[in-house]
């Protein structure tokens, strides 16, 4: 056993030495985007505007807002809950479930897929 661990690397050494030399590999080539990729910001001001209405009681106009958030960025943890939670409040007058309060669980879903960890963020309280 001592035998073969001294004789094995010293059997292996001369095939390594034998092995051609690999040329190294080129270098990636550039790569066009033919979209552009949208920024993680790009429902920002959107979702600014559907929280001003929000706090103002404009539901309608909030949901307005949060669906234009949700279209220029749909990977948006934050436009969905919000979209989500305008819905939930034009469907809360209603104590049974109706469109709005599924469209509200749609997007809070989602939301959640998106990211397991989000926390909404209304604003600093004025």
Same mark, same amino acid.
């Given at each position: 056993?001592?035998?073969?661990?001294?004789?094995? @690397?010293?059997?292996?050494?001369?095939?390594?030495?034998?092995?051609?030399?690999?040329?190294?590999?080129?270098? @990636?080539?550039?790569?066009?985007?033919?979209?552009?990729?949208?920024? @993680?910001?790009?429902?920002?001001?959107?979702? $600014?505007?559907?929280?001003?209405?929000?706090?103002?009681?404009?539901?309608?106009?909030?949901?307005?807002?949060?669906?234009?958030?949700?279209?220029?960025?749909?990977?948006?943890?934050?436009?969905?809950?919000?979209?989500?939670?305008?819905?939930?409040?034009?469907?809360? @007058?209603?104590?049974?479930?109706?469109?709005?309060?599924?469209?509200?669980?749609?997007?809070?879903?989602?939301?959640?897929?998106? $990211?397991?960890?989000?926390?909404?963020?209304?604003?600093?309280?004025?």
């Amino acid at each position: 056993m001592l035998l073969a661990t001294v004789l094995l @690397p010293l059997a292996l050494a001369p095939q390594a030495a034998a092995a051609p030399a690999q040329e190294p590999a080129a270098p @990636p080539m550039a790569v066009q985007a033919t979209e552009v990729p949208v920024s @993680p910001s790009a429902a920002a001001p959107h979702v $600014d505007a559907g929280l001003a209405a929000f706090k103002k009681r404009r539901f309608a106009a909030a949901r307005d807002e949060f669906e234009k958030a949700v279209a220029a960025d749909p990977e948006s943890a934050a436009a969905h809950f919000y979209l989500g939670y305008a819905f939930y409040k034009l469907g809360e @007058p209603s104590r049974r479930m109706n469109e709005n309060k599924e469209k509200a669980k749609e997007e809070f879903a989602k939301t959640f897929t998106l $990211d397991p960890t989000f926390q909404p963020v209304w604003g600093s309280g004025k």
